[in-house]
C-alpha cells in the first residue's frame, strides 16, 4: 500500500508563489510517475505536471513556464513549485502516484491541499 501526505498549499495574492510537497511511503514500485491534479470548483479533474522515474516531465500548457515540478527519489517526495499566480489556479491540488508493471497501473491519491489566489 501506499500513502501520499500533501504539505505547502495556502492563501496568496496574484503573482506570488507556493511551493507544494507530497511524502510518499509504502511500497513504491521502480517504474512510477508522480504528478500533481487540481480541481477547481464545478471543474473536472485535470493534470498539471508529471513527473516520470525515466525523466519524462509534462506540464498543461496553462502553467508550463510558471509552474516547476520536481522530484527527490531519496526522500519518494515529489515538489511543485507555483510562480506567477493567478486566481485561475485556485483549486484543491493533489498529489498522484502511480506504480507500473507490463500491463498493470495502480493509481494512488493525497487527500489534496487548497490554494487560493487572491486578486
Known amino acids: 500500500q501506499v500513502q501520499l501526505v500533501e504539505s505547502g498549499g495556502g492563501l496568496v495574492q496574484a503573482g506570488g508563489s507556493l511551493r507544494l510537497s507530497c511524502a510518499a511511503s509504502?511500497?513504491?514500485?521502480?517504474?512510477?510517475?508522480m504528478a500533481w491534479y487540481r480541481q477547481a470548483p464545478g471543474k473536472q479533474r485535470e493534470l498539471v505536471a508529471r513527473?516520470?522515474?525515466?525523466?519524462?516531465?509534462n506540464y498543461a500548457a496553462s502553467v508550463k513556464g510558471r509552474f516547476t515540478i520536481s522530484r527527490d527519489n531519496a526522500k519518494s517526495t515529489v515538489y511543485l513549485q507555483m510562480n506567477s499566480l493567478k486566481p485561475e489556479d485556485t483549486a484543491v491540488y493533489y498529489c498522484?502516484?502511480?506504480?507500473?508493471?507490463?500491463?498493470?497501473?495502480?493509481?494512488?491519491w493525497g487527500q489534496g491541499t487548497q490554494v487560493t489566489v487572491s486578486s
Open positions: 509504502g511500497s513504491i514500485f521502480s517504474l512510477n510517475v
Open positions: 498522484n502516484l502511480d506504480n507500473m508493471l507490463p500491463g498493470q497501473i495502480y493509481h494512488y
Open positions: 513527473f516520470h522515474s525515466g525523466g519524462i516531465i
